[in-house]
């Protein structure tokens, strides 16, 4: 059973998590290229795998969270965009950050910033949210690109992640935010 899409654009479909979305997931998190910038490096395809199964019920439960993204014209799964809930044990918490991931064979062809549009179109529209943020490591350059063509502010301060080794770079997070006026200001709601 195919399931139920939670939205469409142009060149993408965003969608609950399926079984054929679990390999190309594992080897995604195990680009260390893909990885280069995140916290938790590499993944084995077992925490793969468990991601998955949160996200996916996450978004059973309460409709939104990490969707599955989808090319429309050949149902080829580059990675993942969507929103995710930080509580109040986050430093920045409580809030709703957006996020997404890519397979580096997708990187360049404006997928994340389509992906991220219809993430804040959702998170203004449905939500009603105030307002969205995202972190990214300094330095990851890519993905600041990204904040900055979705209309989000920043980078607005650093953040050391007191979680991660001093010795380790990526405990330095850029902050980005967006609110819910500037998004419609920009005409993209």
Known sequence: MK????AQT???TLRQ????DRAPFA?????PEVMKFFISSVLDQETACKRINKWSGLIAERGWGFWAVELTENRQFPGFAGLQALDDSHPLGPCVEIGWRLARKHWGRGYATEAATQVLRFAFGALVLPEVIATTAVGNLRSSAVMERIGMRGPESVLRFLDVPKESPLGDHVLYRVTSEEWR?????
Do not use: I, V
């Open 3 to 6: 399931p139920q899409n939670f």
């Open 27 to 31: 080897s995604l998190c195990a680009d």
């Open 10 to 12: 142009n060149r993408l």
């Open 185 to 189: 200001a920009r005409g993209d709601a």
């Open 17 to 20: 998590w399926e079984d054929t």
